[in-house]
Antibody
């Protein structure tokens, strides 16, 4: 049973960067892709991007391009999400999740416990 | 980009049936997945591929999808079903590969 454990809460200044980790256990890390999803306070879910660790391929939503770096370390079964140029609107809970797929579609299961990132001005 | 619309809230009495809709253009031609998110917790899938349930999810949770509307049905609602529910489709042609619905708060009266 795959489990994803994320790093702890962060408080950052506007303009700085944050790096959140997501450590996988219970499965073969390189066999699946990892996505990052965020949720602003009281708001819905927003997909940010993902990585296929075995090949290092990343994909991200255009609105985060230039600010978002997703990486993975197979030796430690850990994925990372690095967001730079932080602003108050980036205050959110950030989740990692494993991507599952079949012939027709992809979905996310399981999810990490979430990491609260608070951006102060 | 693809837009999925859900009602903001649904209220239901214990033991009754809750139906949560997810509207999108020709959504019936996509596979729809549903997530439950309880306060302070991460989302968890309750239905995938329109109507399949992961192991451990009660049969009370079921899904359907046709035309422009997908529906998550919760039968014999319990207090523990109170949560936010999100639908999701995967659209590789979209900027956001994973497109989530706006979310529905289910309140058990």
């Amino acid at each position: 049973q795959v489990q994803l454990v994320q790093s702890g809460a962060e408080v950052k200044k506007s303009g700085s960067s944050v790096k959140v980790s997501c450590k996988a256990s219970g499965g073969t890390f390189s066999n699946y892709a990892i996505s990052w999803v965020r949720q602003a306070p009281g708001q819905g879910l927003e997909w940010m991007g993902g990585i296929i660790p075995i090949v290092g391929t990343t994909h991200s939503a255009q609105r985060f391009q230039g600010r978002l770096t997703i990486s993975a370390d197979g030796s430690t079964s850990t994925a990372y999400m690095d967001l730079s140029g932080l602003r108050s609107e980036d205050t959110a809970v950030y989740y990692c999740a494993r991507e599952l797929y079949n012939n027709s579609s992809n979905w996310l299961d399981p999810w990490g416990q979430g990491t609260l990132v608070t951006v102060s001005t | 980009s693809y837009v999925l619309t859900q009602p903001p809230s649904v209220s239901v009495a214990p033991g009754q049936t809750a139906r949560i809709t997810c509207g999108g253009n020709k959504i019936g031609s996509n596979s729809v997945h549903w997530y439950q998110q309880k306060p302070g917790q991460a989302p968890a899938v309750v239905v995938y591929d329109d109507s399949d349930r992961p192991s451990g999810i009660p049969e009370r949770f079921s899904g359907s999808n046709s035309g422009n509307t997908a529906t998550l049905t919760i039968s014999r609602v319990e207090a523990g079903d109170e949560a936010d529910y999100y639908c999701q489709v995967w659209d590789s042609s979209s900027d956001h590969f994973y497109v989530f619905g706006t979310g529905t708060k289910v309140t058990v009266l």
